[in-house]
């Protein structure tokens, strides 16, 4: 079966600008969650959405947000980007059994 | 809070030498863990998770990882090192929340794996 889908794999922005990450998790799996890589800070968990519904929420500020439609397909948003916000999204279903992680969208603001 | 230790920034070690990657952890409950691969530029590979049972876990690629629930560790271990397994290796924990419902995955800082030929 098909794995997680992050789309688009690369990204430029401006600072000041907003930007929308997508992600299409394995079919059947209803659990989506986000995280940030960075070299300095590592892995950190952004959201988590359950069937429509956010479950948990990391530490990151308000810019930051997402939503899951019927299909499970998440979205995230990052508005008023800033040179910080640079950093590998990824993106990862979840079943009983596991979490299966999509390769991912490198975001570049400049 | 939930927690994970990965002490070593990185790991080098021969080709054909057995290779060990350390993590340690912190949760409240019963742990679940977990370790992801990562190769440059690509998401995270699952390798082999731990959720009850063997406290050996067998996985992808000939590794295998150890439960240790009194040293609170879950080590990585392979007998017999290749130069392709050279990665970032991240150890994971997850437990449940007071309210029933599962947490996030926490990763810890990853090891750097170098396999020299």
């Known amino acids: 079966k098909a794995g997680v889908t992050q789309t688009p794999r690369y990204l430029i922005k401006t600072r000041g600008q907003q930007v929308t990450l997508s992600c299409s998790p394995i079919?059947?799996?209803?659990?989506v969650s986000w995280y940030q890589q960075t070299p300095g800070q590592g892995l950190q968990f952004l959201f988590e959405?359950?069937?429509?519904?956010?479950?948990n929420k990391g530490n990151f500020p308000g810019r930051f947000s997402g939503r899951q439609f019927s299909n499970s397909r998440s979205e995230m948003n990052v508005s008023t980007l800033e040179l910080g916000d640079s950093a590998l999204y990824l993106c990862?279903?979840?079943?009983?059994?596991?979490?299966?992680f999509g390769s991912g969208t490198r975001l570049t603001v400049v | 809070a939930q927690s994970v230790a990965q002490p070593e920034d990185q790991v080098n070690v021969a080709e054909g030498n057995p290779l060990t990657v350390k993590c340690t952890y912190s949760?409240?409950?019963?742990?679940?863990l977990f370790w992801y691969v990562q190769y440059p530029n690509r998401g995270l590979q699952f390798l082999l998770k731990?959720?009850?049972?063997?406290?050996l876990v067998k996985g992808s690629y000939g590794f295998e990882a150890e439960f240790n629930k009194s040293q609170t560790s879950f080590h990585l271990k392979k007998p017999s090192a290749l130069v392709s397994d050279s990665a970032l290796y991240f150890c994971?924990?997850?437990?449940?929340?007071?309210?029933?419902?599962?947490?996030?995955?926490?990763f810890g800082s990853g090891t750097q794996l170098t396999v020299l030929p």
């Open positions: 990862a279903s979840r079943d009983d059994y596991g979490y299966t």
């Open positions: 079919s059947g799996h209803r659990s």
């Open positions: 959405y359950f069937s429509e519904t956010q479950r």
């Open positions: 949760v409240s409950g019963n742990p679940y």
């Open positions: 731990y959720i009850t049972g063997d406290n």
């Open positions: 994971a924990v997850r437990d449940w929340g007071s309210s029933g419902s599962a947490r996030q995955l926490t």
